[in-house]
Each structure stands twice: as structure tokens, then as C-alpha cells.
């Protein structure tokens, strides 16, 4: 059983060398193939931005990740270098082979009009949220997917603690403009993001940024 | 309680006898290890006890209306800044409402982490008791309870979501580690879970999987399903957290008649 403190590790890849490079707007959704053994960063390009990210095997999309999984077979809760990403049939579906950034949320979830009618008042509906991005993205895709694989995903680059009374916090984040963090695929997986819009709390510092994707062979 | 001529459970006089023989409507025994669901209408309650100590149930709700909405963690946790549940928490949707309330507990803490055992681990840690050998002393996990029973409402694997672990207790510490507290639970604490709308329950009694008992011997849970009313306007859990209240009144909106 790992530990879940914070690890940063630097990575050997040049950008140069990646084979995609894709900057994602704040508030967009994206979603991508990655095969197995390729490698894809994440850049928090201006830093503390939310990339909320569900990863599904490509070839059976009931098989989705799991944050029980990923926290169960890790014994806690925060990811970092060398934490393994698990789906919900309990294979290993990414590892983080580099981290400077060091600590990841996989407890939060994703924001959506509907919690946000709960979180912060009834007259936020109207927002955008990430929930509605994933739910374009897919309706949109010849993935396969819907409503219920908008399972509970990482959000990247996020810091939400869990104190030893029991409560939840949401933390300033530590992560800073540039900061990455890499995984390497174990099997091949959609990727499904969305760059979050969340403008009713601090954890962005109110400005939602883009996010960098790049991926190698 | 329904009248019958057949062999209905009356258990709960011993487990819940408290309750208002007047509003309860049924009751029975999930034995350690076992599973069993239920499709309840809002305006009732399941009041669970733990029969032995160390007991840990496992609990999903899907909205009867839409299987589509369903209990969903993150959402829960963070609308209520909460990694425990106890009396005022309320589960939430995935839909912005509240499916359901804690409107009482003795125990003080239950574990929403999601936490599930599966075959595998169940199988590393107690070794395998399949039926051939062992008949209704076969091991089962807790996800393949589940899965068992979400599939009789045509839910399959890619539902599965992570459950609340009633009658368990886990801690984070500092680097984000897991402790779990090993007897959380006596015999005899209980917990009422008010449906605030119309819902799909399942449940395993099958153990934590981070409980440290090498022998596998999960404690019985008795459910007793009582009257218990909507949700008053000076509701406790309204009153708990403005996002409760907003989630109940969410709730509301689908009950207009």
C-alpha cells in the first residue's frame, strides 16, 4: 500500500518530441483516445485550474474509472507520482510517471447546474458547469457514452483535504502556472475533460484558464 | 405493519422497539454477508441497527422515477464540506436533490468514502467459501451483492456507485491516509435514513473491506421500513446547512400534487 503525501517528480519527455499538442480553453470539453503506452501530460498553464478528467476503456466503456478503487487499493485519498489509476473492475488503467505539482482531488467530483443550485443558490442553474460540458461532449461523440458514465473523476491540480474530524475542505491549491503532471496509459482509454468554468469559488482564484494536453508515443 | 396470514418478520420489536407499532410497515434481517433492495416510496424511512458489533452496511440509492439520478458521493460530500455522515447529513443526487436524510443516529459517524469489497480482495483476505462446500455459509462480496441486486432494476455494472458504509468509521490523516476504527459499531446502534423521494435501495451486509478482522463474521443488520412523513418546514436536516435546505426543496419540486 502506498502512501499519498506528496511526491514531485520531473519528467525526461521534450515537448518537441510530443506527437499532440492541444491547449484547451477554460470551460471547453475534450475528448481523446490514448492507447496504451503512450503518455499524456497535463499543464496547468496559468495555474489552480480544475481539469476535471473521467478516463473509460476504449474498448468496453462500462469499464470507467474509479476513485473507490484508486483510493481503496492506494490506502488514501490524494494522488501523486507513482499513485495508479483503477477502474471500477479493478484493472490499472494510468499510472502518474511524473508530478510537479504533487498532489490531485479525486474526491470532489464535478460541478453541475444542479449542485451548483445546491452549493451556492437556487438562481445559479444557468451556469456553466462541467457536467454540461462532459454531457455535449459525449452526446456529440460516437463514444458509446452517457449520463451514467459521468462517474466521479480527478480533478486535477485540485487540493480538497479531509480533516481528521471528518470534515471536507477545499483548500488553496498547490499547484502554480506550468506545474504538470504525466500519466502513462495501461490500457487503451477515451479521455473525457472538461476545462471547468467554476466561477463560484475560490479554488481558481475566480478565472478559469486553458490547459495544455500533450501527448507522446 | 401490514396484516398477513403469512410469515412476516416481527424482529423489529426486539431491534427497533421504539418505533410506533402504528407506523411501521415492515421490517426484516439482512444476515452478515447477505443483500437484498427495495423500491420505497418518499414519506417513508428505514431505520437500520446493527446486530452485533463491528457491523458495516453497505448502501446505494437510485430514484425510482429515473434510474438515471442516483446517489452520487462528490456531490454529497462537497455541498456539506463533510467526509462523515451522522444526523442532519442528507444523501444527495446527482440531480441537485436530497434522496434521502439522516434524521437520527446513534452512532455518530458512518462512512461516505465509498469503500467496497470485491471478490478479489474478499477471496486474498478470507479465502474462498463457495456454495459446493460451504451452502448458505458461502462468502460473498459486497459489489457482487450489489451488482446482484441493481441488475433486478436493469442497472448493471457501468451503475455500480460508490456506496455509504453505515456502522463504519475511516479517518484521513494528514498525508491523506486511510485508519480504519476497528468495533466502530455496538450492537444495537441504530440510524434512520427519511426518503425524501422515490427510491431504489440496495444494500450488502458484507464487511469493510479495509476491516482488519483476519476472520470473515460480518454482524446481521436489521431494517425496519416505518411512516415516518415528508420532511416539515422545521425539518432538523432543512435546518442543518442552507445547502440542505435547497437540496430538500429540490426534492419538493418533483412532488407538486
Known sequence: MTTTAIRVRESELQAAHAIHDVTLPSGEPWLHELKRGQTLRIVDLDGNQAADVIFYNRHDTDEHYSATETMLRQGGIYLTTDSVLYSSDGNPMLSIVADTCGRHDTLGGACAAESNTVRYALAKKFMHSCRDNYMLCIQESDSGLGKADLVPNVNFFMNVPVTGEGDLKFDDGVSGPGKYVELRAEMDLWVLVSNCPQLNNPCNAYNPTPVQFLIWD | ?257
Request: negative net charge; proline residues 7%; aromatic residues 10%.
Open chain 2, 1 to 257: 405493519m401490514l396484516d398477513s396470514p403469512v410469515d412476516v418478520d416481527t424482529r423489529w420489536q426486539q431491534f427497533a422497539p421504539d418505533l410506533d407499532p402504528a407506523k411501521l410497515l415492515f421490517s426484516e434481517v439482512i444476515p452478515g454477508g447477505c443483500h437484498w433492495s427495495w423500491t420505497l416510496p418518499r414519506g417513508t424511512a428505514l431505520r437500520l441497527t446493527a446486530l452485533q458489533p463491528g457491523a458495516n452496511l453497505s448502501l446505494v440509492l437510485y430514484a425510482a422515477r429515473e434510474k438515471l439520478e442516483r446517489y452520487n458521493m462528490p456531490d454529497s460530500l462537497k455541498a456539506q464540506h463533510t467526509a462523515h455522515y451522522t444526523r442532519g447529513h442528507v444523501l444527495m443526487s446527482d440531480m441537485g436533490r436530497s434522496m434521502a436524510s439522516i434524521i437520527s443516529d446513534s452512532l455518530g459517524w458512518h462512512d461516505p468514502l465509498g469503500l467496497l469489497l470485491d471478490a478479489r480482495r474478499l477471496h486474498e483476505k478470507y479465502g474462498t467459501h463457495d456454495y459446493q462446500s460451504f451452502r448458505n455459509g458461502m462468502y460473498r462480496s459486497g459489489r457482487d451483492g450489489l451488482l446482484i441486486e441493481i441488475g433486478k432494476y436493469g442497472l448493471s455494472r457501468r451503475d455500480l456507485i460508490a456506496p455509504v458504509n453505515f456502522f463504519s468509521k475511516v479517518t484521513v490523516d494528514e498525508d491523506g491516509c486511510f485508519h480504519y476504527l476497528p468495533q466502530h459499531s455496538p450492537a444495537g446502534a441504530s440510524v434512520d435514513l427519511r426518503l425524501d423521494i422515490d427510491v431504489i435501495v440496495a444494500v450488502s451486509a458484507a464487511p469493510h473491506p479495509l476491516d482488519p478482522r483476519p476472520d470473515y463474521a460480518p454482524s446481521p443488520v436489521g431494517v425496519a421500513v416505518w411512516r415516518s412523513g415528508v420532511a416539515p418546514a422545521d425539518d432538523y436536516c432543512r435546518a442543518f446547512r442552507p445547502e440542505n435546505a435547497r437540496a430538500l426543496y429540490n426534492s419538493d419540486l418533483q412532488y407538486l400534487a
